[in-house]
T-cell receptor, first 111, second 117 residues
Framework: QQPVQSPQAVILREGEDAVINCSSSKALYSVHWYRQKHGEAPVFLMILLKGGEQKGHEKISASFNEKKQQSSLYLTASQLSYSGTYFCGTEWGNYGQNFVFGPGTRLSVLP | EAGVAQSPRYKIIEKRQSVAFWCNPISGHATLYWYQQILGQGPKLLIQFQNNGVVDDSQLPKDRFSAERLKGVDSTLKIQPAKLEDSAVYLC????FGVGRSRETQYFGPGTRLLVL
């Protein structure tokens, strides 16, 4: 039930791009992305809904392939502040009643 | 707007003792979640409330964990008795909307770090 995230960890230089993937064996209703910095609570990044609607609050983009039950988070021109662990959360069920976070991808951005 | 409040922030207990955590969600938020996050893992949903009713508690170890949300506002999560494997951060989150539509943004509290010795 838990989605698979890849890679497990990635190290970047400031200004480089990164892609984090999330895949599920379930027919997904939506995919959520959160970032958690060390010792802090997760912070919302984006929701991708079945049917293509996308909602986000930061300059980070994502895609949702409903046929493959996969989502990708795109971090372009990374900044030091992007460092942290990224979790995808997946909803499934007729009205999205089930929800589970993935194991996380640790991103480190170096100067 | 005040965020999600949790207390205590840290707790150290011995195994077989009891412990309780408190959460006050953002005002007006209908949905409240409790998560358990073990070091190095993603948050695991323990229980979800909509107002004062339980929506999902399928992953709550009911033999030792209990939760309530009286009056549909703040909530308490209890562990009795605690085991070593309960050592984790317990996160509370809230969101504005209820069941029947996709979970919207979840706003997380700072968490309670529990260490069971």
């Amino acid at each position: 039930q838990q989605p698979v995230q890849s890679p497990q960890a990635v190290i970047l230089r400031e200004g480089e791009d990164a892609v984090i993937n999330c895949s599920s064996s379930k027919a997904l209703y939506s995919v959520h992305w959160y970032r958690q910095k060390h010792g802090e609570a997760p912070v919302f990044l984006m929701i991708l809904l079945k049917g293509g609607e996308q909602k986000g609050h930061e300059k980070i983009s994502a895609s949702f392939n409903e046929k493959k039950q996969q989502s990708s988070l795109y971090l372009t021109a990374s900044q030091l502040s992007y460092s942290g662990t990224y979790f995808c959360g997946t909803e499934w069920g007729n009205y999205g009643q089930n929800f589970v976070f993935g194991p996380g991808t640790r991103l480190s951005v170096l100067p | 707007e005040a965020g999600v409040a949790q207390s205590p922030r840290y707790k150290i207990i011995e195994k077989r003792q009891s412990v309780a955590f408190w959460c006050n969600p953002i005002s007006g938020h209908a949905t409240l979640y409790w998560y358990q996050q073990i070091l190095g893992q993603g948050p695991k949903l323990l229980i979800q409330f909509q107002n004062n009713g339980v929506v999902d508690d399928s992953q709550l170890p009911k033999d030792r964990f209990s939760a309530e949300r009286l009056k549909g506002v703040d909530s308490t999560l209890k562990i009795q008795p605690a085991k070593l494997e309960d050592s984790a951060v317990y996160l509370c989150a809230s969101s504005p909307f209820g069941v029947g539509r996709s979970r919207e943004t979840q706003y997380f509290g700072p968490g309670t770090r529990l260490l069971v010795l």
